[in-house]
C-alpha cells in the first residue's frame, strides 16, 4: 500500500471515498443504507422524478437527508421538458430553448431565481443545470429544446443569467454538459457520442458559454460522456484528464466543483464499466460522481470497493481525493450562506407567452378536434405529461402513435370541425411528418402545434411555435390560438 494511502487508515479511505459520490435510491423516502451511508461520510444524492410526490414530501425528504450528513442534495430542474419537482404534472417554467428564443436575458435570470426559490423551499442546493450546450445539430437527440440556441453567444449570454438566477438564492448552478453536447448526434445515454470539432472550433462554439459560466461564478460544472478525438481520443471526457485538468482546470482555470454526468449512462458502464469509470474520472479530474439511478446499494459498494482498492494499488493518488472532497466541503460552506428568498412565481407562464409565436392565422374554432402525435421520451427527460387538454376543455383530444394512426379515420372524426396537430419535435420523426402532411393535403385549415424545436415547418392555416412541452408552453399556444 503507497504510504500516504496507509497513514490515512482503512476508515478513513472509505470516508474520502464515499465523499466523492452522488448516489440515488427509490421511493419517496430515503433507506437506512442512504442515512447510514450519509453519516459516515456521503457526499450526497441525486433526486429524481420517482423520489418525488410533491413540494411538502421532497422537503420532508431533504430534512430527513440533512439530520443524517451535510448532503449536496441535487436534481435536474432545467424548466421545460427536464424537470423532477414537476415530473408528474409538467414543469410550470418553459425551458431554455423557449427563453433563447426570447432572448432577454433578465427573464432568463428571473426564470431561474424563481426555480432557485422553489427548489431552495424543498431544501434542495444544488441544480443540474443550466444547460450550456450549443445545439447546432438539428437531429441531435438528447439536447435539443434544453439548450438555449445555436448561437454561442446567445447561449453564453443566458448561461451567465440562469447561473446568476439560480445562485442569487443559494442554490448552486451545475452547468452542463462539459466541454458540449450540442454537436452531436448520438445519445450518451446509449452510446459514446462524437464532437468532431478541432480546438479552434470547439474554443469559439462549444467551450464560450463554459467560459462564461466560470467567469460568472458557477459553483460546479457537469461533465460529459461525449468524445473529442483532438482531445480525449476514443475516451469520452469525463474520463479524459485532458479534458477536465488539461482544460478545464489548467488552462480556463476552473476551480469550482466538477460533477459527473450519470456513470450508470452506457457510454460509460459499456465501455468501462461503472468501478472502473468511476476510478478512471476521478483520476481524470472530477470531484463528484453522479452514479444515476440504475446501481443499486449493491453496486455502490462495488463503486467504493473499487475507488479504496485504487487508491491501495497505487493507480489513484489518495491526494486526488482529498483534493476532491476539500472542492466539495467548500461548496457546502457557500450552501451556509443567508440570502434573499424572494421569488416570482408567475414568470415561467410570462416567459411562455414571449416565447409563442404564430404564423399564418387561425378561424375561431369550431368544436375542436386535437391531435397529439406521440413522441417516444428522453432517457434524459423521462416520460413527463404533456399536451394541451387543460387549456382546451371542450375540445375531443386523441393521441395516436403515426405508425398506427389512420388518416382517414382522424379526418372523418374532424369533419365540420377545426383540427389541431400537436407535435414534438416532427423534424426528428419521418411518420410524425408523414401523418401530419397527409392530414394537411386533405385539410389545409389545419393547426399545427409544434411544442418541440420548430425545425420542420410545413404550410398550415397557422402555424404554432412554443419551444418546448411544458404546462407553461401549452397554456401559452392555448391562449394564443383561442385569443
Given amino acids: 500500500m503507497p504510504e500516504h494511502s496507509a497513514s490515512i487508515g482503512d476508515r478513513g479511505l472509505r470516508r474520502l471515498a464515499a465523499a466523492s459520490l452522488l448516489v440515488s435510491f427509490p421511493g419517496t423516502t430515503a433507506p437506512d443504507w442512504v442515512l447510514a451511508d450519509l453519516a459516515d461520510g456521503l457526499g450526497g444524492v441525486t433526486l429524481f422524478g420517482f423520489n418525488v410526490e410533491d413540494a411538502g414530501q421532497l422537503a420532508d425528504l431533504t430534512r430527513q437527508l440533512g439530520g443524517a450528513g451535510r448532503p449536496v442534495v441535487s436534481l435536474d430542474e432545467e424548466g421545460g421538458d427536464v424537470t423532477r419537482l414537476a415530473y408528474h404534472t409538467g414543469s410550470p417554467y418553459p425551458g431554455n430553448a423557449a427563453l433563447g428564443a426570447v432572448d432577454d436575458v433578465e ?6 431565481r424563481s426555480i432557485a426559490a422553489d427548489l431552495a423551499r424543498c431544501g434542495v442546493n444544488l441544480d443540474m443545470g443550466p444547460v450550456a450546450d450549443v445545439n447546432t445539430a438539428d437531429d441531435n437527440p438528447v439536447i435539443g429544446t434544453r ?22 438564492l443559494g442554490v448552486a448552478a451545475c452547468v452542463k454538459h462539459f466541454p458540449g453536447h450540442g454537436a452531436t448526434r448520438e445519445d450518451s445515454h446509449l452510446e459514446i457520442p462524437l464532437v468532431d470539432a478541432s480546438r479552434e ?40 484528464p485532458a479534458a477536465l485538468t ?19 449512462m452506457h457510454a460509460i458502464t459499456k465501455s468501462v464499466g461503472l468501478g472502473g469509470g468511476a476510478v478512471r474520472s476521478l483520476m481524470a479530474g472530477s470531484d463528484l460522481l453522479c452514479l444515476g439511478p440504475v446501481p443499486t446499494c449493491d453496486d455502490i459498494r462495488g463503486v467504493l470497493a473499487a475507488i479504496v ?26 450552501f451556509a450562506l443567508v440570502r434573499d428568498s424572494a421569488d416570482d412565481n408567475v414568470v415561467g407562464l410570462d416567459a411562455a407567452r414571449r416565447a409563442v409565436s404564430l404564423t399564418g392565422a387561425a378561424s375561431p374554432l369550431v368544436d375542436p378536434y386535437v391531435v397529439e402525435v406521440d413522441t417516444p421520451p428522453t432517457i434524459a427527460v423521462g416520460d413527463v405529461p404533456w399536451g394541451v387538454a387543460p ?28 383540427l389541431i396537430v400537436v407535435v414534438k ?15 394537411l393535403a386533405a385539410r389545409p385549415d389545419t393547426v399545427v402545434v409544434e411544442m418541440g424545436l420548430p425545425i420542420w415547418r410545413p404550410e398550415a392555416a397557422a402555424y404554432i411555435a412554443t419551444y418546448g412541452a411544458a404546462r407553461a408552453n401549452a397554456q401559452a399556444a392555448m391562449e394564443l390560438l383561442t385569443a
Fill in 309 to 334: 482498492e485504487a487508491v491501495r494499488d497505487g493507480v489513484l493518488p489518495a491526494a486526488r481525493l482529498e483534493e476532491a472532497a476539500h472542492r466539495v466541503d467548500r461548496l457546502r460552506d457557500w
Fill in 425 to 439: 419535435d416532427a423534424h426528428r420523426y419521418p411518420e410524425s411528418r408523414e401523418l401530419i402532411s397527409a392530414l
Fill in 201 to 240: 472550433l470547439l474554443w469559439e462554439r462549444e467551450l464560450t458559454p463554459f467560459r462564461a459560466a466560470i467567469e460568472a461564478g458557477a459553483r460546479s460544472i457537469m461533465t460529459a460522456h461525449v468524445s473529442v478525438p483532438y482531445l480525449t481520443g476514443n475516451d469520452p471526457a469525463t474520463l479524459s
Fill in 391 to 418: 387549456w382546451l376543455p371542450e375540445a375531443e383530444i386523441v393521441r395516436v402513435k403515426p405508425a398506427e394512426a389512420s388518416r382517414d379515420a382522424l379526418l372523418a372524426a374532424a369533419a365540420g370541425r377545426s
Fill in 246 to 264: 488539461g482544460l478545464l482546470r489548467d488552462e480556463l482555470r476552473y476551480d469550482g466543483v466538477v460533477i459527473t454526468d450519470a456513470l450508470d
Fill in 147 to 168: 439548450s438555449f440556441g445555436a448561437d454561442a453567444s446567445l447561449v453564453a449570454r443566458h448561461t451567465i443569467a440562469a447561473v446568476r438566477g439560480l445562485q442569487s
Fill in 107 to 112: 427573464l432568463t435570470e428571473r426564470v431561474y
